[in-house]
């Protein structure tokens, strides 16, 4: 698993009203050739950021044969929830 940092786009932005709640998460990213990609993300909130649109996190994808070689450093995804962009994440 990557460490890794999500933005959450407000509810004007055609985000979120609040970051998803529990530990886990499995939303998808898409890629600059247009392919998706299911992602398993588990939220660090021991050590919560003071604006609760931010999230710590370690993330991997879901399936074996996955471009697992993108999950580097300073790589920016866009996080979606079916058609709706709901935030940014960046690999630490």
Do not use: Q
Not at 15 to 36: C, H, M, N, V
Not at 55 to 74: G, Q
Request: net charge negative; glycine share 6%; hydrophobic share 35%.
């Amino acid at each position: 698993m990557k460490k890794a940092i999500i933005y959450w786009f407000s509810e004007e932005e055609g985000g979120r009203k609040k970051p998803p709640a529990g530990t886990e998460y499995y939303p998808t990213i898409e890629l600059e050739d247009g392919s998706t990609w299911s992602l398993a993300i588990k939220f660090d909130r021991t050590n919560l950021e003071k604006n609760e649109m931010v999230d710590n996190c370690e993330v991997c994808f879901l399936f074996e044969n996955a471009p697992h070689h993108i999950l580097k450093s300073n790589t920016e995804f866009i996080i979606c929830e079916g058609p709706h962009k709901v935030g940014a994440m960046v690999i630490k």
